[in-house]
Nanobody, 120 residues
């Protein structure tokens, strides 16, 4: 089983910055791609950014140039640096990880979510 623990959310003014962290722990052979999703009230959960084990990244158009995803494979931790935040970035941010568990099955895991609120 894999546990994902997020941290770093909070309240920030428009134009400010935040850094989210997601640490994976538990019993698994490997953590593969990791990503950040967000869900605003009344809306679906959407992909924000994704990073592979090799460091290849992809971003939603709405965050390109403002957000940066990175990871530390040795720590099984992913980060999301968010700059030039806008009120429309307000949402619960969820960490997602694809992991190969001890039964050699690849599954998706989710964190509990962390609230990011951007005031105007």
């Amino acid at each position: 089983q894999v546990q994902l623990v997020e941290s770093g959310g909070g309240l920030v003014q428009a134009g400010g910055s935040l850094r989210l962290s997601c640490a994976a722990s538990g019993s698994f052979f490997s953590i593969d791609a990791m990503g950040w999703y967000r869900q605003a009230p009344g809306k679906q959960r959407d992909l924000v950014a994704r990073i592979t084990t090799g460091g290849s990244t992809s971003y939603a158009d709405s965050v390109k140039g403002r957000f940066t995803i990175s990871r530390d494979n040795a720590k099984n931790t992913a980060y999301l640096d968010m700059n030039s935040l806008k009120p429309e970035d307000t949402a619960v941010y969820y960490c997602n990880a694809a992991a190969l568990n001890l039964l050699f099955r690849r599954s998706d895991y989710w964190g509990q979510g962390t609230q990011v609120t951007v005031s105007s």
